[in-house]
């Protein structure tokens, strides 16, 4: 049975097992997350501090906490996470998230979308072109003369308006995207609520309304690795992606509009499947958009699950969104320095992007992304923590 992990439980352990109890090297890193987590673990708040600036405004770095000890940091840039603290099973903390220690990390033009916010439009647009009542728009070609996640600076470089919400455990992040921007028509008001509740889920919130029709796929870009560094990649992690079909793509990563089944092939991730055992089979490793198995609700269901036996520490991502791209940081080359001073070699984190399928504007049999003045965009995601 998998389980919450309870305060009691978190504030006992230390004295059952010792905080100094592990030797080797293997607990070196673990055990020092563990132990300034519990320095400055605190109740349920939302604490603040400066992270930096940029062009002249402050980038303030949120910490929502719950009585149970999970503890997620998120900055205004890019309303980015930065941080995920969860123990595993014998109770030793540890940072699940992939990030750097200080803002310039974040800034430099080599972060592959580090735990930001991505849009307008997340993922790819083929030839950065589509057309919304009969006029023609052309987007900035960032990524092989295609349109990658929002454009130059997208919703992932820029300052987001804060504001923390104590009493739900939330920051909520604000961003006025204008009309022309990147490219895309009408002005977009974008509201982004990060929660953590009680029952360890980080949970993110949505909102976009425009004053003129326009593409909408927002998501965040989250790179988890459950081991908190003991393992450098996500390779022995577990994962089971809820899905039959998949968006089958060009070489440059575009949709050619087919949704194949995942049965009998490396995509079939249909039961809990060691990320390595079919990775080489899949040219480049895993970065598809797989299309969820829904019910006829509108609520978030469970898309996946990605499980780390060494640390018993288990995540399962809960979705409104009609698909999830898998991405197994295949583009990181061990040229990053993250946190923690850990090289960020090929495989070491991986995403699950819950979002609307890749080009959807410019293949209306996919759900649609296009967003009228008069409507409201909303999506939810949750990301839940728990052991085994
Ligand atoms: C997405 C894409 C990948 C890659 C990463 C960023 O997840 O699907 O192909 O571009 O972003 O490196």
């Not at 673990?30 to 930096?52: C, L, R, Y």
């Not at 062009?55 to 009585?67: A, R």
């Not at 450098?232 to 070489?251: C, E, F, I, K």
């Not at 609307?356 to 995601?381: A, C, I, M, V, W």
Request: charged letters at 20%; hydrophobic letters at 30%; a neutral charge.
């Amino acid at each position: 049975m998998f389980k919450l992990f309870s305060k009691a439980f978190v504030f006992l352990l230390p004295v059952v097992f010792g905080l100094n109890g592990c030797s080797g090297e293997e607990a070196a890193t673990p055990q020092t997350q563990t132990d300034q987590h519990m320095q400055q673990q605190n109740a349920s708040s939302v604490k603040q501090e400066k992270f930096g600036s940029v062009d002249g405004q402050d980038i303030i770095q949120y910490t929502l906490s719950n009585p149970a000890g999970m503890e997620v940091k998120i900055i205004n840039y890019g309303g980015t996470l930065t941080s995920i603290m969860v123990p595993d099973s014998s109770g030793q903390w540890g940072d699940v998230l992939l990030g750097f220690d200080s803002l310039p990390g974040y800034l430099q033009k080599e972060n592959p979308y580090i735990g930001c916010l991505v849009g307008r439009y997340a993922n790819r647009i083929a030839n950065g072109k589509f057309i919304v009542n009969g006029k023609a728009y052309q987007l900035p070609l960032n990524n092989n003369g295609n349109s990658l996640h929002g454009g130059e600076k997208g919703f992932s470089r820029v300052v987001w308006a804060a504001k923390p919400l104590p009493e739900t455990n939330s920051v909520q992040l604000n961003y006025h995207s204008k009309d022309g921007e990147e490219g895309y028509p009408g002005s977009l008001d974008v509201q982004v609520t990060y929660t953590v509740t009680n029952i360890n889920e980080l949970k993110i919130d949505y909102l976009a309304t425009t004053d003129k029709g326009t593409p909408v796929n927002l998501t965040n870009h989250a790179y988890f690795n459950l081991s908190a560094g003991k393992d450098s990649t996500v390779l022995g992690h577990t994962l089971t992606v809820n899905a039959d079909r998949y968006t089958v793509v060009n070489d440059k990563q575009i949709p050619t509009g087919a949704l194949d089944a995942v049965k009998g092939t490396p995509m079939d991730l249909t039961s809990p499947v060691v990320i390595k055992t079919n990775i080489d089979k899949v040219p480049g490793g895993y970065d598809h958009n797989f299309a969820l198995r829904r019910s006829a609700s509108d609520g978030p269901e469970l898309a996946a699950t990605l499980y780390h036996e060494g640390s018993g520490r288990r995540l399962e991502v809960f979705t409104t969104e009609p698909g999830l791209q898998v991405y197994t940081g295949n583009f990181l080359d061990g040229s990053l320095t993250g946190k923690y001073g850990r090289k960020y070699v090929k495989h070491s984190g991986i995403c699950l992007e819950a979002q609307h399928f890749p080009d959807s504007p410019n293949h209306p049999s996919f759900p649609s992304t296009l967003l009228r003045p008069g409507e409201k965009y909303r999506q939810t995601t949750i990301y839940k923590f728990s052991t085994k």
